[in-house]
């Protein structure tokens, strides 16, 4: 069965933190390589965090330095810690599958519920 839960957001002060987690089904998890996706309504999905199954990581420039993304492979769950926050980062966050290089697999058509973050001035 797929599956994808995110938890973990709430509503937080700017240059507070907080901590994503996404538990996954082993179906999605597997070998792939997960992120940490962004979306404000009216605007498309933003891949913010990336990383391999062997531990690997990228990150987009918006969140290079602030953003962590961790895994546990025993757990098929992925988290995203979030530091320094700014109110540009309030988004609904969602995890999935990720391209680690341009040529890679995307997103599975499947997409969690998302967790909410919401970064006050």
């Known amino acids: 069965q797929v599956q994808l839960v995110e938890s973990g957001g709430g509503l937080v002060q700017a240059g507070g933190s907080l901590r994503l987690s996404c538990a996954a089904s082993?179906?999605?998890?597997?070998?792939?390589?997960m992120g940490w996706y962004r979306q404000v309504p009216g605007r498309q999905r933003e891949l913010v965090a990336r990383?391999?199954?062997?531990?690997?990581?990228k990150y987009a420039d918006s969140v290079k330095g602030r953003f962590t993304i961790s895994r546990d492979n025993s757990k098929n769950t992925v988290y995203l810690q979030m530091n320094s926050l700014k109110p540009e980062d309030t988004a609904v966050y969602y995890c999935?599958?990720?391209?680690?290089?341009?040529?890679?697999?995307?997103?599975?058509?499947?997409w969690g519920q998302g967790t909410q973050v919401t970064v006050s001035t």
């Open positions: 999935n599958r990720a391209p680690y290089y341009s040529s890679s697999y995307g997103p599975y058509d499947y």
């Open positions: 990383i391999a199954s062997g531990g690997s990581t």
């Open positions: 082993g179906s999605i998890f597997g070998g792939n390589t």
